[in-house]
């Protein structure tokens, strides 16, 4: 099985812009979550989707947001980017909402703003 | 609310010593314990997860932890270290009451394994 796939990998952006990025969970995965990653932060939950759903959103600015299609796949967005966004931006898949199950991390987006 | 702490930036040890990362935790209710690895470039992997039952969870690659209730920890071990182990490694929970899959991370503690 394939795992989660995050794309692109690498961006670079200007501060003002605003950005897309896309993760694609594991196939049969309905859940998908994600976080950002700071050297200053750690790590921090952004949101979660479910059945194309939002079911959880962390403690974020609303130029945080993101959405999932009925194919399970999800897109967040982050709009008129600052110079403390620059970050890695994972990506988790979980089979359900259990909370009991593991997620599954995709290799993350790094986003730098310049 | 739920917060993890992992006291440890880093831990040194020995190749073929054992190791131990620690990690204690806060939650209302009952809580799923996560660990995770991550290298270098890398997303995070799982390790090993505590549910209910046996307070001792084996998991990947050797490592196991110990979940202790009245500690309120998870530490993770592993009997003999190896180079490779070497990695940033997460201790993650999530409260049984509460919907969803989010995780609250711990700040990470960086094993440095030396041969």
């Known amino acids: 099985k394939a795992g989660v796939t995050q794309t692109p990998r690498y961006l670079i952006k200007t501060r003002g812009q605003q950005v897309t990025l896309s993760c694609s969970p594991i196939s049969g995965h309905r859940s998908v979550s994600w976080y950002q990653q700071t050297p200053g932060q750690g790590l921090q939950f952004l949101f979660e989707?479910?059945?194309?759903?939002?079911?959880n959103k962390g403690n974020f600015p609303g130029r945080f947001s993101g959405r999932q299609f009925s194919n399970s796949r999800s897109e967040m967005n982050v709009s008129t980017l600052e110079l403390g966004d620059s970050a890695l931006y994972l990506c988790?898949?979980?089979?359900?909402?259990?909370?009991?199950?593991?997620?599954?991390f995709g290799p993350g987006t790094r986003l730098t703003v310049l | 609310a739920q917060s993890v702490a992992q006291p440890e930036d880093q831990v040194n040890v020995a190749e073929g010593n054992p190791l131990t990362v620690k990690c204690t935790y806060s939650?209302?209710?009952?809580?799923?314990l996560f660990w995770y690895v991550q290298y270098p470039n890398r997303g995070l992997q799982f390790l090993l997860k505590y549910i209910t039952g046996d307070n001792l969870v084996k998991g990947s690659y050797g490592f196991e932890a110990e979940f202790n209730k009245s500690q309120t920890s998870f530490h993770l071990k592993k009997p003999s270290a190896l180079v490779s182990d070497s990695a940033l490694y997460f201790c993650a929970v999530r409260d049984i009451n509460n919907a969803g899959n989010m995780l609250t991370f711990g700040g990470g503690t960086r094993l440095m394994v030396k041969p």
């Open positions: 939650v209302s209710g009952n809580p799923y």
């Open positions: 988790a898949s979980s089979h359900g909402t259990s909370g009991y199950n593991e997620q599954f």
């Open positions: 989707y479910f059945s194309e759903t939002q079911r």
